[in-house]
């Protein structure tokens, strides 16, 4: 059996909503950090609805890339179990979850109150583009916002 990785070696009958550090790399004068957006309490709360996930990755991914922190995104995409997303930063300094939480919060209130097409969702851009749930994922994004966040 192979040894598990670091991200299932996490005790996840302890998560709770909230920004945690899942890794730290310095890479050359820089630090790659992976912070995991955590929505829903793992087995414990239904997950988000595909369709929801697609679309808050959608739209929080196109905010992120045109805020004041796009050229430090690498990555904004959905975690497998549908419980919260993984957000991927480059930057000079070693960056906290204290940090993110106010992009964070933007974003998701952009997302809250989201109104119009959901962008890239055509046939062209996205490969499955009827996956989408533009009411679920704006229900979702006010519960995460309304809820305590933790920060590890």
């Not at 909503?17 to 050359?28: E, F």
């Not at 119009?116 to 046939?123: D, I, M, Q, R, Y």
């Amino acid at each position: 059996m192979p040894k598990l990785i670091a991200s299932f070696q996490v005790d996840h009958t302890k998560i709770v909503p909230g920004i945690y550090v899942s890794r730290r790399d310095r890479v050359g004068d820089n630090w790659v950090t992976t912070f995991d957006i955590r929505m829903k309490r793992p087995n414990v709360e239904p997950a988000i609805h595909p369709n929801a996930m697609h679309t808050i990755e959608h739209i929080v991914a196109t905010y992120l890339r045109n805020s004041k922190f796009k050229d430090h995104v690498v990555y904004w995409g959905p975690m497998g179990c549908l419980t919260g997303f993984y957000f991927i930063t480059n930057t000079e300094h070693e960056i906290m979850p204290c940090e993110i939480e106010k992009l964070m919060r933007a974003a998701f209130k952009h997302m809250a109150a989201y109104r119009g097409e959901v962008p890239g969702a055509t046939a062209v851009n996205c490969g499955n583009y009827l996956l989408h749930d533009l009411p679920m994922a704006k229900y979702e994004a006010l519960r995460f916002l309304k809820q305590e966040w933790r920060f590890d």
